[in-house]
Nanobody, 125 residues
């Protein structure tokens, strides 16, 4: 499956952005989907994920309460709503997907099979 991430841009600290991840296949129903980010000079970070059913989510500690991952009802697109953005959130954000046998599981960092191109998020102070 090919993934297309979009929605990045330049925003001031405290602002919001919504990233979108769309799949080449008509539906994401059999995939868990996540977001990674990589800032210049830093290691890649597992930011958020949502299970195949949408009932389970994961957030890294630094974004809890500020970011929300969701999937639309037809399950063709996954969103990452980012509020209260901080300069530390500046990074290239990557959409990832993993085939999920179970409806509620969240893949570990190393399980993702499919990666999209990144979308750049820049937060100015």
């Amino acid at each position: 499956v090919q993934l297309q991430a979009s929605g990045g841009g330049l925003v001031q600290a405290g602002g919001s952005l919504r990233l979108s991840c769309a799949a080449s296949r008509r539906t994401f129903t059999t995939y868990a989907v996540g977001w990674f980010r990589q800032a210049p000079g830093k290691q890649r970070e597992y930011v958020a994920a949502i299970s195949r059913s949408g009932d389970s989510t994961y957030y890294t500690d630094s974004v809890k309460g500020r970011f929300t991952i969701s999937r639309d009802k037809p399950k063709t697109t996954v969103y990452l709503r980012m509020n209260s953005l901080e300069p530390e959130d500046t990074a290239v954000y990557y959409c990832v997907a993993d085939y999920a046998r179970l409806m509620w599981t969240i893949p570990s960092e190393k399980e993702y099979q499919y990666w999209g191109q990144g979308t750049l998020v820049t937060v100015s102070s």
